[in-house]
C-alpha cells in the first residue's frame, strides 16, 4: 500500500462526460479523462485491506490492490502487467463493466469506494498509447487444432488463451466483423469499434486466425470442423423475446437488437438488409428497462427522436443499496445511465397491452395497463393488473427490448449437444456431452456480462489445453500468468 492516508487525502473523482447537447450530435465516446495527477491520486485510495473483498467480487479476480498500488506509484507498465495476468481485454470491462468490485469494495463502507472500472480503463489505455501492448506469440507450437465459434469476448478470450499454449486456433464468425455484441450489439458511443479493431489486430499478429461471414451450419458446413482436434462454441445467447401482444406486427414495432445493429451497420457505411429503422422526428417507446434498453434510448436520442419514453414492468429499485442486498453483495439499486441522462421519461410497473394501428397496420400508439406484484413466499410473483389504469401512449416506433430467451439451438440440434434446464448449452467445466466440443460464455450462461464472458473463455482454454495435452500451464482463475515482479 503506497498512500496510507490516501483514502482520507483524496475524495473519488469520476470522469465527467461531455455535455448532452453536445454528446447527442454524434456516435462517439464521450467521457474527458482525468488529469495524470489525479488517476494517482485516485489509486492511492486504495487502502490494501486485510481481505480485498473486490478481488473476490470480479468474476475475472482482477488483483486489484497491486494495480491500484502501482498505479498510486505512477509504475503503471507494472499495473498494466498485473491487470493483463487475469483479464485478455481490460479495455471492454474498463469501459462497460458494471464493476461489481467497486460495490464490494471496503472504503465503499464509509465512503465512496475507489474508482476501480476507470482506473482499469486508464491502465490500459496508456499500454497502448506507450506502445506496450505488443502482440506475444508463442514460443513453441504443438500440433493442435481448435475451432472456436463465435468472435464475442468469451470466443476471443478462448482464443488468446489457447494461442498462447502452442495450439493453432481458428475463430469463425457469421458477421462481417469481429466482436460479438461488442461490435454490432453495444452501440459506438458506450465502445468506439476501433477499440475492438485494435485489439484483433494484435490477435492476428499473434496467429490465431479469423475467418468472417462463416455461419457454421449455415453458408459454412459443420462437417469442415471435423478436421479440429478440438472444437469451441461461443454463440452468444441471442433468441430475442417478443411480447406477443395485439399489434405486435404492425409496422413500427421493432426488435432492439435489429435497430441498434443497424444503426453501428450504418455508421460504418455498410449495407443493411432491411429498410432503416429510424427514431427521426417520432414518439419512441422503447419496452424494457435493461442495458439494450438503455442503448435504445441512448441511440433513439442521436437520431433525433421527438420524445423517448421507457417502460419497465418491474418495481423501481431503491436510490440506495437496500437492506436486503447489505455490503458486500451487489446491490438491487435504481441504475442511471448516461444515456437516460441524454433525455427519457422512464415509467415502472407498467405493462403494454396493445400495439395500436392505423387502418393500414401502422403503429400509432401503446395501450398500456399499471401494475402491481403480490410477492407470495415459496410462489413465484404474481403479477396484478390494477384495473381502470388504462391509457393510450402516442407513439410510432416501439423498440423491443425485452432480453434473450437463450441460444440459438440450431448447433447443439446438428451436433446432438444436450441443453440444461434453463435451455442454455450444457457443459461440464466447459466440456459437452461430445467430449471434443466444449462451450462458454453466453451460450453455456444465458445472457450475462462481458466480465463473465472473458472468464469463462479463459477457463474453458485451460479445461480445453488439459483435454488435448493432459496438463496446462494456462493460468487459474484470480492467480493469472503473473509476470517476475
Ligand atoms: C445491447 C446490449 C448491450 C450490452 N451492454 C453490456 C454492457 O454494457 N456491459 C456488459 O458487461 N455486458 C453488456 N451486454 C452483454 C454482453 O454483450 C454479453 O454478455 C457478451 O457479449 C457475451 O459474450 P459471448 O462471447 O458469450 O457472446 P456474443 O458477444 O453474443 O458473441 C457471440 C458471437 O457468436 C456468433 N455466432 C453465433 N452463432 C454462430 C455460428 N453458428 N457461426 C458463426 N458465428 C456464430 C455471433 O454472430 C456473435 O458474434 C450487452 C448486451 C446487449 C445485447
Ligand atoms: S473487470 Fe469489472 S469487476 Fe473486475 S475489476 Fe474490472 S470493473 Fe471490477
Not at 498462447?164 to 461490435?183: K, M, W
Request: aromatic content about 8%.
Amino acid at each position: 500500500m503506497g498512500k496510507i492516508t490516501g483514502f482520507i487525502d483524496y475524495k473519488r473523482l469520476n470522469e465527467k462526460n461531455k455535455p448532452v447537447k453536445d454528446r447527442v450530435l454524434n456516435y462517439k465516446e464521450f467521457t474527458v479523462p482525468l488529469t495524470e495527477i489525479n488517476k494517482n491520486h485516485q489509486g492511492s485510495r486504495c487502502m490494501d485491506c486485510g481481505i480485498p473483498f473486490c478481488h473476490s467480487a470480479c468474476p475475472l479476480g482482477n488483483l486489484i490492490p497491486d494495480f491500484n498500488d502501482y498505479v498510486h506509484r505512477n509504475l503503471w507498465k507494472r499495473a498494466l502487467e498485473i491487470l493483463h495476468a487475469t483479464n485478455n481485454f481490460p479495455e471492454f470491462t474498463g469501459r462497460l463493466c458494471p464493476a461489481p468490485c467497486e460495490k464490494s469494495c471496503v472504503l465503499g463502507i464509509t465512503d465512496k469506494p475507489i474508482s476501480i472500472e476507470n482506473i482499469e480503463k486508464n491502465i490500459v489505455e496508456k499500454g497502448f498509447t506507450e506502445g506496450w501492448i505488443k502482440a506475444q506469440s508463442p514460443k513453441e507450437r504443438t500440433s493442435n487444432s481448435v475451432a472456436v465459434v463465435g468472435s464475442g469476448p468469451a470466443g476471443l478470450a478462448t482464443a488468446q488463451q489457447l494461442n498462447r499454449a502452442g495450439h493453432q486456433v481458428t475463430v469463425f464468425e457469421r458477421d462481417d466483423e469481429i466482436g460479438g455484441l461488442l461490435r454490432y450489439g453495444i452501440p459506438n458511443f458506450k465502445l468506439e469499434k476501433e477499440i475492438i479493431d485494435r485489439r484483433v489486430n494484435i490477435l492476428k499478429q499473434e496467429g490465431i486466425s479469423f475467418i468472417t461471414n462463416a455461419h457454421i451450419g449455415k453458408n459454412y458446413a459443420i462437417e469442415k470442423l471435423n478436421d479440429f482436434d478440438a472444437i469451441i462454441l461461443c454463440g452468444g445467447a441471442t433468441e430475442r423475446r417478443s411480447l406477443p401482444t395485439k399489434g405486435i406486427d404492425a409496422t413500427g414495432v421493432e426488435q432492439a437488437m435489429d435497430y441498434l445493429t443497424q444503426q453501428t451497420k450504418l455508421l460504418f457505411g455498410k449495407k443493411i438488409d432491411d429498410k432503416q429503422i429510424s427514431a427521426k422526428d417520432k414518439n419512441v417507446i422503447v419496452i424494457g428497462g435493461g442495458d439494450t434498453g438503455s442503448d435504445c434510448v441512448g441511440t433513439a436520442n442521436r437520431q433525433g427522436a421527438k420524445s423517448v419514453t421507457n417502460f419497465e414492468i418491474m418495481p423501481k429499485p431503491p436510490a440506495h443499496r437496500s437492506k436486503k442486498t447489505p455490503w458486500p453483495y451487489w446491490p438491487l439499486q435504481l441504475k442511471t445511465t448516461s444515456s437516460h441522462k441524454e433525455g427519457c421519461d422512464r415509467n415502472w410497473l407498467i405493462n403494454t397491452k396493445e400495439f395500436v394501428t392505423d387502418k393500414n397496420g401502422n403503429l400509432t400508439g401503446l395501450k398500456t395497463i399499471e401494475v402491481e406484484w403480490k410477492i407470495k413466499p415459496g410462489e413465484r410473483p404474481e403479477l396484478i393488473e390494477k384495473k381502470g389504469t388504462e391509457k393510450i401512449w402516442p407513439c410510432d416506433l416501439a423498440l423491443l427490448a425485452l432480453g434473450f430467451t437463450g441460444p440459438e439451438t440450431s448447433l447443439s440440434d446438428k451436433l446432438g449437444l444436450k441443453l440444461d434446464e434453463r435451455n442454455n448449452y450444457k457443459a461440464k467445466n466447459y466440456q459437452t456431452n461430445v467430449p471434443h466440443i466444449f462451450t462458454a460464455g453466453d451460450m453455456r450462461r444465458g445472457q450475462s456480462l462481458i466480465v463473465w464472458a472473458i472468464n469463462e473463455g479463459r477457463e474453458a482454454a485451460r479445461a480445453i489445453d488439459i483435454y488435448l495435452t493432459g496438463n496446462s500451464d494456462l493460468p487459474i482463475k484470480g492467480e493469472g500468468d503473473l509476470p517476475n515482479i
